[in-house]
């Protein structure tokens, strides 16, 4: 009834109430037996950007919760999210004038933003929803999220391709949107927690697609590659090596990129020391990465060449 007055601030308040609550599973129940879910979809478009912020912190603990996603994503949940997230892109990437306004509402923005792309991977865990996300617009969305330069912002953008690559069924719209020169342009230079999610969505597009084994290393995959094969070694980092294990595995798979990879000495070396791995899959993928290689009989000579290799 509260949220029905008008009042902004009124609104904010109770917002930021049934926020603070969601956060607390057994409340659901009781939530999803009134309109709240609906009118809470609603006010992430308020106009007030703290409303926003917080009906947006209220959608994501409740759609966390896979029983109640369907009736969020009925409500409009994955529209919304998408639109909040267009218009913080477009008032970033607008004109001198708008983006001279942006530091004094920027923080709350970029929260929102990463709210919304969270929104959006969640629903991304459950592939019965891929095609109504597709249907929304996720794709040229979290493209344009990729693009903004903020690191939070990427990294729950690599979230959601993340999630959406391992589908073979998204592997074309991903290819038809650009979807992996963006990735692979922000992997060179994005911060540790970024690269991670998106050298995951590669290594998938790179296996599920032939045409964009190509596409990757033409638009500088071996070069994102080797920079993050360069990040000290932590936990973390010991897992992006194994996805930069499997990337170099799936793009070696195309013809057009076995020779390439065994005149590159750059990649060769990186490809040698994950062989050589105690990592049971990173070494795996690191001896499929040469034995993809040496599908193409033109590499046999080189790599007989290179007493490492051998």
């Not at 650009?178 to 927690?193: D, H, L, N, P």
């Amino acid at each position: 009834v509260l949220l029905k007055v008008g009042d902004v601030e009124l609104s904010r308040e109770v917002t930021r109430l049934i926020a603070n609550v969601a956060s607390c599973i057994s409340t659901h129940k009781d939530m999803f037996s009134s309109a709240i879910p609906e009118r809470i979809v609603c006010l992430c478009q308020s106009t007030d950007q703290w409303t926003r912020q917080y009906a947006l912190v209220a959608v994501l603990s409740l759609v966390n919760e896979e029983g109640n996603q369907l009736r969020l994503l009925e409500a409009g949940a994955s529209k919304v999210a998408i639109e909040v997230a267009e218009e913080i892109a477009s008032r970033m990437q607008g004109t001198e004038e708008e983006k001279a306004a942006i530091p004094k509402r920027q923080y709350l923005d970029l929260q929102c933003h990463q709210y919304s792309c969270l929104v959006l991977g969640t629903l991304a865990t459950r592939p019965t929803y891929h095609k109504r996300l597709h249907d929304d617009g996720v794709v040229p969305t979290i493209v344009k999220a990729l693009d903004l330069g903020s690191v939070d912002v990427q990294v729950c953008a690599g979230f959601v391709f993340n999630l959406l690559a391992r589908s073979q069924d998204n592997t074309c719209l991903l290819s038809l949107s650009g979807a992996a020169s963006t990735m692979v342009k922000v992997a060179k230079a994005a911060e540790t927690r970024a690269v991670s999610q998106i050298l995951v969505a590669l290594r998938f597009l790179g296996q599920n697609e032939e045409a964009l084994q190509l596409v990757i290393t033409e638009n500088g995959g071996f070069g994102a590659l080797s920079r993050a094969s360069h990040l000290p070694l932590t936990d973390t980092n010991a897992s992006i090596r194994r996805e930069i294990a499997g990337c170099i595995c799936a793009l070696a798979q195309h013809s057009s990129n076995k020779y390439t990879l065994a005149t590159n000495s750059t990649i060769l070396d990186i490809v040698l020391n994950l062989a050589h791995s105690t990592d049971a899959e990173m070494a795996r993928f690191g001896l499929a990465a040469f034995a993809n290689v040496t599908e193409d009989p033109s590499t046999h000579l080189i790599l007989a060449k290179d007493k490492n290799v051998m």
